[in-house]
């Protein structure tokens, strides 16, 4: 029983350069997204779907851009890598939104640094 | 601005005694609450939930204690064991189910 994989794991970009972070989940889950954690801060919500086809903004979305073409699939684009992109990367899937019992699967998590 | 706050960067406790993470939110329209918990190099799991008509729920040795006039939750841990060392997010969400907000998290060391 996998729930959420993601890769890689650990990235190193030189600034400019892009990249795609690959998010699966095999719950069957109609909701998806896309967090970023800094050091000593929350997990900031940077894009989520609600379902294949349809995707929305978080709270951070600046410098990245997502699809969702199928139900397992939410990949995570990075087209100018930043400095200001160094972070820990994580994807979480959901039946519902928001309100749920059990909230969200995670995966383990993209450490990427920008240099 | 943040909307869910927890004070305590790191807590220290030792084994078998009881571990308090708080948490402090702003916004009066959450209602609901989690609190997750993440060990190293994995992403966050969850621990236990409360919604705003209740102010307590059990789940084991954990609780969590919600004080809404306060915009005030706490977990506790009793017995504290090493394994539960780990960094715990309290996460808050509205009613209508807006995307959970999360805080900075908590990093908890049980001594054995």
């Known amino acids: 029983n996998a729930g959420v994989t993601q890769t890689p794991k650990f990235r190193i970009l030189k600034i400019g350069q892009s990249m795609t972070l690959q998010c699966t989940q095999d719950?069957?889950?109609?909701?998806m997204y896309w967090y970023r954690q800094d050091p000593g801060m929350g997990l900031k919500l940077i894009y989520y779907?609600?379902?294949?086809?349809?995707?929305d903004k978080g709270e951070v979305p600046n410098g990245y851009n997502v699809s969702r073409s199928t139900t397992e699939d939410f990949p995570l684009r990075l087209e100018l890598a930043a400095p200001s992109q160094t972070s820990v990367y994580f994807c979480?899937?959901?039946?519902?939104?928001?309100?749920?019992?059990?909230?969200?699967?995670f995966g383990s998590g993209t450490r990427l640094t920008v240099v | 601005d943040q909307q869910v706050k927890q004070n305590s960067p790191s807590l220290s406790v030792q084994e078998g005694r009881i571990s308090i993470l708080n948490c402090d939110y702003t916004?009066?329209?959450?209602?609901?609450f989690l609190w997750y918990k993440k060990y190293p190099a994995e992403g966050p799991t969850f621990l236990i939930s409360?919604?705003?008509?209740?102010d307590k729920n059990e789940d084991g040795r954990f609780t969590v204690f919600l004080n809404k006039s306060a915009k005030h939750l706490s977990l506790h841990i009793v017995p504290s064991q090493p394994g539960d060392s780990a960094v715990y997010f309290c996460?808050?969400?509205?009613?209508?189910?807006?995307?959970?907000?999360f805080g900075p998290g908590t990093r908890l060391s049980v001594l054995p």
């Open positions: 979480a899937s959901s039946p519902e939104k928001g309100i749920s019992n059990y909230g969200y699967t």
């Open positions: 719950m069957n889950h109609n909701y």
């Open positions: 779907s609600v379902g294949a086809g349809i995707t």
């Open positions: 916004n009066s329209m959450f209602d609901y």
């Open positions: 409360i919604s705003s008509i209740k």
């Open positions: 996460a808050a969400t509205g009613r209508y189910g807006q995307n959970f907000v």
